[in-house]
């Protein structure tokens, strides 16, 4: 229950206030801004809801934050591997690279199989069968749509092999 206290009075209290101002001291957004003036101060310095007069404190600690948790930016090496041998790094990139090269040739592969496959089709498409008997003519139509059929599963599940390769590879 007084977590839930603590929270609403946080929730009420003065964004100002932790750095000294009282309600009345923040800019509104109905005033206007003054023109422009000799000095080199703001005019609205010290009067901005919640200003910190050490937001530099603020942004050291945020970073520091960052660095604690990811690592030294431009560093190739995060946070999970900080204390791994570099050797061992450089050898698993490697094999990263090796495991991504042979993914990409087996989807090249797959992906010049389905455009066999839809030339395939596109023939069959093409093909009509010639003759005077209807029979032999339905008979060999027959026999065209299946062989689309099979070569659309076939894609189907080349398609399906590709995805999941390139789902590994990411």
């Known amino acids: 229950m007084s977590d839930m206290r603590k929270l609403l009075e946080s929730m009420h209290k003065f964004a100002g206030q932790a750095v000294g101002q009282k309600p009345g001291d923040q800019v509104r957004g109905s005033e206007p801004m003054p023109r422009k003036g000799g000095g080199k101060k703001h005019p609205f310095k010290g009067r901005l809801v919640g200003a910190s007069e050490s937001i530099e404190e603020e942004l050291k600690e945020e970073f520091n934050r960052y660095l604690s948790e ?43 199989q389905v455009a066999a496959s839809r030339s395939q089709i596109a023939g069959l498409n093409r093909a009509f069968p010639q003759g005077a ?4 003519k339905a008979m060999a139509l027959k026999d065209i749509n299946t062989q689309k059929t099979q070569l659309s599963r076939q894609v ?6 590709i995805s999941a390769l390139r789902k590994q590879t990411m």
């Open 156 to 161: 189907e599940e080349l398609m399906q092999q």
């Open 133 to 136: 008997n209807p029979v032999e």
């Open 70 to 112: 990811y690592g030294a930016p431009g560093s190739a090496i995060s946070h999970m591997q900080q204390g791994a041998n570099p050797q061992e790094i450089v050898a698993m990139k490697q094999q990263e690279v090796a495991q991504k090269a042979e993914a990409n040739a087996q989807i090249q592969e797959l992906q010049a």
